[in-house]
């Protein structure tokens, strides 16, 4: 077991009705607010007008900047950081899912530092400082409300890179089951395989001595694999709802990682997708991580074995461990195609003519990943048994 | 599910050699540190020193309070409060186990409160404040490392009570499995019974829609069964003592019970054990637990099929469920023997004279836990399961 550093600040309040204290919570952190989202669905939801409401309750001056777009654009970042400064601006509370978050860490480390915001994400910068930044989440999926880390997309060259660092945890986030209740299908099967890969990423590990961990690793997506199909058939089933949305904050706030060194190849060869043909990147993780698998179990095929029978119950055949595998991950195929999602690129219309440039790109920094580094001919072929 | 805050801001230092850094960790919260601990073994093992020279070096000064006992004494507690103020003291730092960390969060809350630091203990008054606490962790069992609680034991009456308020998470906890290599075979194992209840206590619960931390909390069960006989057979194994010592912390710093009624009457009844006999907690949990299960399983035999069958993997019997909850019980019982942990009370050297008055202190508050709230005639029945 690695050393390790466990520090998470961010205080979530969870349950029926809690974004009625979204005032109560931003106003500890200021007067002016800047209040960030994506479209019209939280207008129309009428969540935009209760959140208002309180703000304004507990004394809040509501700045607005709407318009954040999944894979979020680092031009609406920049036009953000501008007008926080502009207005002297004391918080930011994100209102929406993990692009929203993603986009509102990166103007609040971005007002404090005196260069340009996307020097952090190209690894020239280390944040230093970071505005407070509260969040009231609509969509289970990215973790990024109790996360460090955003990921954001340089329209300049379509480059999707992410950053963590420890100061752009939000001080809050208020997490209301309800909310979700409006959820197409689709997009809740989208957040449901981004809480998947985020444990997938701590569990591939070649780290010895992580029992304790991959035993809560697995029971994570157990527990997702049992509760997901439940909210996507009944939609506003609270319980099924409140499980998956717990389940997103638990996968992605570091706790399954601790003592572990993780993976995250897989998010690096999805991004490529999604900054390329703006696939969602549930959709993208759907496809890349059962290829990633068939890439690498040879690696260490004990742990691909263990995920297999512990996480789907695969009854094992001792005498053939590659069998076991293979169902292993064909156990995880069918889960994704159950709730609705490709697990194929042509099944999400990806045409197979750019992987070439696509594992380039997702390697023009170095490898990819720990548990096996990949270079781009191992990306390549990841791409192409994506495409099989 | 229910709605809940988790709001958990302590920053966990885990691995080899960390203790190293408390100075640096200590120099945030003030320039004079009380160096609270328990007996001769942080003196003997060099810890003490340790400690020291990384306070000195950060240049803070240093003031001690030893003798810190298990089942931690008020009048100590008291001591230690009127020594702070005397001498102005910033921070606490607690060097030990789960008393010296009680014992320090007791008088943490005592030193800015004007009345007397049992009111919190006895249900007569809310902390609002503390001074910061820091903790070197040398046993893992209590989790209080990054709790909210603490449990006192008041010499006037043997009355020991515990007490949970928000202000009183430690600010930093310093965790180094290297320093519990030196533990005793015996006490590992009180400290595996203590994280074990721990988990118990929040798992059996009549909250409905839990899967999801009904799948963390049988993990992180079956993680330390897997890891403590190995911890105990080599005591000098880092890999076995680290999985152990974050099985304590995560169990106890509330991520388990989120959005559950937990239930905690065992833990009140074993208070009466070790109060009077001064039985160690996690024996008298070994004893209490298993007794519990026997009395209260009827109440909801699915919840109890299901911890036999996902936590010891109990083959299921269909058509008889109690056949199977009480193999799971069993299970229970064989693992705490096999980590050399009595589970009767005649086995600790506890005589049954006394059963009755025990009964009545533990239910002269009122009705002991959630699940099953229970009466003293139902605590004086576990008891005598206890004994049979």
């Given at each position: 077991m690695q050393n390790f550093t466990f520090s998470n600040i961010t205080k979530i309040v969870f349950g029926?009705?809690?974004?009625?204290r979204v005032g109560r919570e931003a106003a500890q952190y200021g007067r002016k607010v800047l209040l960030h989202y994506g479209g019209g669905h939280i207008v129309r939801s009428g969540l935009k007008a209760r959140v208002e409401a309180s703000l304004r309750e507990a004394g809040l001056e509501i700045i607005e900047l709407g318009g954040v777009?999944?894979?979020?654009?680092l031009s609406l970042v920049r036009e953000g950081i501008e007008l926080v400064r502009r207005e002297g601006i004391d918080l930011i509370l994100a209102v929406g899912g993990g692009s929203v978050i993603d986009s509102a860490k990166a103007i609040a480390i971005g007002?404090?530092?005196?260069?340009?915001?996307?020097d952090f994400f190209a690894g020239r910068a280390q944040a230093e400082e970071s505005l407070p930044l509260g969040v009231v989440l609509t969509?289970?999926?990215?973790?990024?409300?109790?996360?460090p880390s955003a990921v954001i997309t340089n329209e300049d060259g379509w480059l999707k890179r992410g950053y963590t660092a420890i100061?752009?945890?939000?001080k809050f986030a208020l997490l209301n089951p309800?909310?979700?209740?409006?959820?197409?299908a689709y997009q809740t099967a989208c957040g449901v395989a981004d809480m998947t890969a985020h444990i997938l990423e701590r569990y591939f590990?070649?780290?010895?001595?992580v029992g304790f961990s991959d035993q809560l690793c697995e029971a994570a997506l157990r527990g997702i694999i049992q509760e997901a199909p439940r909210a996507i058939a009944e939609p506003e089933d609270y319980g099924a709802r409140a499980n998956i949305m717990w389940a997103g904050t638990v996968a992605h706030n570091d706790l399954l990682g601790m003592g572990r060194i993780e993976d995250w190849a897989s998010h690096g060869i999805e991004h490529e997708l999604s900054a390329i043909y703006d696939t969602a990147h549930g959709a993208g993780l759907a496809i890349v991580f059962p290829a990633w698998m068939k890439y690498v179990y040879k690696h260490n095929p004990a742990r691909f074995v263990q995920f297999a029978v512990r996480v789907f119950g695969v009854e094992q055949d001792f005498f053939n461990p590659e069998r076991t595998i293979l169902e292993g991950i064909r156990c995880l195929e069918e889960f994704f195609r159950r709730i609705?999602?490709?697990?194929r690129l042509q099944e999400a219309d990806?045409?197979?003519?750019r992987l070439e440039e696509m594992a380039a790109k997702a390697t023009a920094d170095g490898p990819?990943?720990?548990f096996v580094p990949l270079e781009k001919d191992d990306v390549l072929a990841i791409y192409q048994l994506a495409n099989a």
């Open positions: 029926r009705g809690v974004e009625e777009q999944p894979n979020p654009r007002v404090p530092y005196d260069g340009d915001v996307w969509i289970p999926a990215a973790g990024s409300e109790s996360s100061v752009m945890r939000p309800e909310l979700t209740f409006s959820l197409p590990t070649n780290e010895p001595d609705g999602l490709p697990v990806i045409p197979a003519d990819l990943g720990s």
